[in-house]
């Protein structure tokens, strides 16, 4: 199966056809539209190595997540970032080519964070190996973290080692009663504090927070915030995740709506641009640091909105704005981003304009 | 050598006392802290402020020459060590805190503060940067980002690449680029992961900001004496499946615990083959499930004796054997070798057998302490410089544990960076295919090379003349002979 994907890439190279990696399909609204040959991952399956006291698991790229968890839950294990499956059969290799993370992110890490080593073949159909599977490892350039969130622009990753960490031994979902200037501030002040924060979220006058850890810690937790206990709350951090609530699906709004991302710095007063269509247009995550807007608004303004408060946008689902999906990037690092383009697929075959529509 | 004009222009730059060329005042400069690597800097610049180290950079790079940038230099694999015809640029200087900001859990420090600094700086608020290199004390930021340092609380709280959140970096053309922001991630490729541990090679970094955490309410650790350090690397490998991630969990064999009480009295059992000491912290409830999860866990995996320590000055003097065990060790001979390869757990038994069965062919003693919770071993290998000869063997030996290291599925390097000592052994860990796309990256940052060159990726017609064999997944070349 290796042997194929290289013989096909190197045949892309030679013939310059352009390519679209596609894994479960989960996530192809993320990204500027590309153009290209269905380049598939869903066949190249299956755990490599598990090893629970390593806290180490290494997978193909096709491998669904969902089947991951499985594993990892029968040893009490878990992939700390969450990664969202939006409700598709999302695949290990789409997760960390994306790069997205879920609601545990702010307080246990990203994908990055977690990724230990990938096997992956560049544009030239080279198979190239980067990191490992340990834990510390200051070998050699980082190459496996700048795969991640790469978009398969650098190459199609075929192996990936993780870091994986135990499941909490307990978890409770507490809500509050509270409005966004508050919500924003006590998401903060609480994670400054030795408190078993594992998620947060704000949307429509309610905090909700997430509490994992030790029973006993959980209980103390929740003894000194009060709140009241959600019931059936893995559903909603789940829904949450792969944004199957109703909040996210811009399809269903009448109005000619898209969702954004605005990645802001945590403390960030109530942003402005939301205003105009009351808080239920908005939902916050992260701790703050994650703003999803539904909003009719101009790109330039919500990128503005963004840049404003210490962070950027991102149109997440929606019409593609003129400049892209993904904020501009400064000269100085587009240049960068372009040379390495250049260096891993030299012919540009890999998706691309998917990050960037100059690569 | 660099010329008088170049010279003359650099002058041009900055004040008169930021500029070292004589004899005397560079001599402390010749090397890290890996002080077996020595070579007097052709100039010492160091710049007081951003604007400064961007005209020094474009200054070298319009007369093409190369920049080798330095911190504390406490690094311990030849990463700073001065090349020929370079400017040594030192960020010493650069020291300020730029701003604190408690309710966001941030810092933005300059490059030349020191590790230990931050967390001083923000301990009235009740929190801390996490990375504690055992440098910490003396090494920098910025340093700690150019080789992504680690710690002995790694498992739990990440290397320094979890722990920062945005750069200022130059390139070598004097091009800002400013990587990261102030929420969790940032548009395009993660800049900001490639620059971390790049060893200096890629740009110049003037600014960090670093992530902030709240100070754990409570820390506490248990001690364990084992008779076999199988049973005690297995224990490590119990304690994790059990659910426990602790914040730190440390071993050390025999000769490391003999020589560690003999210089501290930390009060630790002599009668013993290896140690753990194994750390939780968090919130009080959490460390007090834990504690109770860990010791369960040591004993039935074979511990021989098992503490608690119940106070606070007790568990500092646990700590304070661990912690002396590179000092310690250096009163029993008057060199060591620090080594710095990371392995798979697992593989811990196997790895210590044979780093004796060479300790007794070479003749050298080892003794051993171990990051055990992340796989990162460091055996300290004594010798004596005097004798001649016995530096180099003492290189051999460490280029043969490194070796061992990759054969069973580990790095070269866990914390301290390849610089030049390790430069051989890359050869050993990648193959041509992989060193070439690092040459590759280098390119698209510096294509002419000008950045700490020879340090970090072998040039590749260099690994031919070492000799060196790449092994492969854990598998030797020609698999089919039988090795022993």
């Not at chain 1, 294990?77 to 969450?82: N, P, T, V, W």
């Not at chain 1, 609480?190 to 704000?202: N, V």
């Not at chain 2, 004390?137 to 979890?162: F, M, P, Q, R």
């Not at chain 2, 200022?168 to 091009?175: E, F, L, S, Y």
Request: proline share 6%.
């Amino acid at each position: 199966m290796l042997d194929s994907l290289i013989e096909r890439i190197r045949a892309a190279h030679d013939s310059r056809t352009p390519l679209i990696i596609e894994g479960g399909g989960s996530k192809t609204f993320y990204g500027n539209p590309d153009e290209g040959e269905v380049l598939g991952t869903r066949k190249f399956t299956g755990v490599i190595d598990y090893q629970p006291k390593e806290l180490v698991l290494t997978a193909r790229a096709g491998t669904p997540l969902a089947e991951i968890e499985v594993l990892l839950g029968e040893q009490n294990q878990m992939l700390a970032f969450e990664p969202p499956h939006f409700g598709g059969p999302a695949t290990l290799g789409g997760s960390i080519a994306a790069g997205l993370s879920g609601p545990r992110r702010p307080y246990a890490g990203a994908a990055r964070d977690f990724v230990l080593g990938v096997r992956m073949i560049d544009g030239t159909g080279q198979p190239l190996r980067f990191g490992g599977q340990v834990i510390k490892n200051v070998a050699g350039y980082d190459v496996s973290r700048l795969m991640v969130g790469a978009l398969g622009t650098l190459g199609l990753i075929t192996e990936i080692s993780l870091k994986v960490l135990p499941r909490p031994a307990a978890e409770t979902t507490l809500q509050f009663e509270l409005d966004e200037a508050a919500a924003i501030r006590n998401m903060n002040l609480w994670a400054g504090q030795p408190l078993p924060l594992s998620a947060t979220s704000w949307h429509a006058g309610l905090l909700t927070v997430r509490l994992s850890g030790a029973a006993s810690a959980v209980q103390a937790a929740q003894a000194k915030l009060g709140g009241e206990t959600v019931k059936d709350a893995a559903a909603f951090w789940q829904r949450l995740r792969d944004q199957t609530t109703p909040f996210f699906d811009t399809r269903s709004s009448s109005s000619n709506q898209s969702l954004w991302r605005l990645a802001v710095n945590p403390t960030s007063p109530p942003l402005t641009v939301s205003n105009r269509l009351g808080g239920d247009a908005q939902w916050i995550e992260w701790g703050g640091a994650v703003r999803w807007l539904v909003s009719d608004r101009p790109a330039a303004t919500l990128r503005e909105a963004a840049r404003a408060a210490g962070g950027h946008a991102t149109l997440f689902r929606g019409d593609t704005p003129a400049d892209g999906v993904f904020p501009p990037l400064a000269p100085a690092l587009l240049i960068l981003h372009r040379n390495l383009k250049q260096r891993f697929d030299p012919r540009g075959i890999f998706n691309h304009g998917r990050l960037y529509r100059e690569f | 050598m660099l010329s008088p004009a170049f010279l003359s222009k650099l002058r041009s730059l900055l004040p008169p006392h930021c500029v070292l060329n004589e004899r005397e005042d560079l001599l402390p400069f010749e090397s890290d802290g890996l002080a077996a690597y020595r070579n007097t800097p052709d100039v010492v610049v160091l710049p007081e402020n951003e604007a400064q180290v961007a005209a020094i950079l474009q200054l070298c790079h319009q007369n093409k020459v190369a920049v080798v940038a330095r911190g504390a230099g406490t690094g311990l694999a030849a990463g700073a060590l001065p090349v020929d015809g370079a400017v040594l640029l030192v960020l010493a200087k650069l020291n300020r805190i730029k701003a604190i900001d408690t309710l966001t859990r941030t810092a933005v420090v300059e490059p030349g503060v020191r590790n230990l600094a931050i967390s001083e700086a923000v301990a009235e608020h009740g929190l801390y940067y996490a990375p504690d290199p055992s440098s910490q004390i003396a090494c920098s930021i910025g340093g700690n980002v150019a080789e992504n340092s680690g710690g002995v609380h790694c498992l739990k709280y990440g290397l320094t690449v979890h722990n920062i959140l945005a750069l200022r970096a130059w390139t070598i053309d004097g091009q800002l680029l400013e990587i990261g922001n102030e929420s969790l991630d940032a548009p395009g490729y993660d800049f900001l992961a490639l620059m971390t541990g790049s060893e200096g090679m890629l740009a110049v970094i003037t600014e960090v900001t670093v992530k902030l955490l709240p100070r754990p309410q409570r820390a506490q650790v248990v001690l364990a004496a084992f008779d076999d350090v199988a049973k005690a690397g297995a224990a490590v490998g119990n304690i994790i499946a059990a659910g426990v991630i602790p914040a730190g969990l440390e071993m050390m064999d025999r000769l490391a615990i003999q020589a560690a009480e003999a210089f501290v009295h930390a009060g630790y059992p002599l009668d013993c083959e290896a140690l753990l000491l194994c750390e939780v912290d968090g919130v009080n409830e959490e460390v007090s499930a834990d504690i109770y999860t860990v010791r369960q866990v040591l004993e039935a995996s074979g511990a021989i004796e098992v503490r608690t320590a119940e106070s606070e000055e007790q568990r500092l003097r646990f700590w304070a054997g661990r912690k002396a065990a590179f000092p310690a060790v250096g009163r029993l001979s008057p060199d060591y070798y620090c080594m710095d390869g990371t392995i798979p757990r697992a593989q811990l038994p196997h790895v210590l057998k044979r780093i004796s069965e060479m300790s007794a062919e070479c003749g050298l003693a080892v003794a051993n302490v171990f990051h055990a919770g992340d796989g990162n071993l460091h055996p300290l290998i004594l010798f004596d410089a005097n004798q001649p000869g016995e530096l180099a063997k003492a290189e051999n030996f460490g280029g043969k544990i490194l070796e061992l290291c990759v054969e069973v599925g580990g790095t070269i390097t866990g914390e301290h960076g390849v610089g030049l000592e390790k430069i051989k052994q890359m050869c050993t860990q990648f193959a041509t295919p992989e060193l070439m796309r690092f040459h590759d990256v280098k390119a698209a940052f510096d294509p002419d090379k000008l950045l700490n060159p020879g340090k970090a990726v072998p040039e590749l017609h260099r690994c031919a003349e070492w000799g060196a064999m790449h092994v492969h997944g854990g598998q030797l070349p020609h698999p089919e002979l039988p090795r022993f």
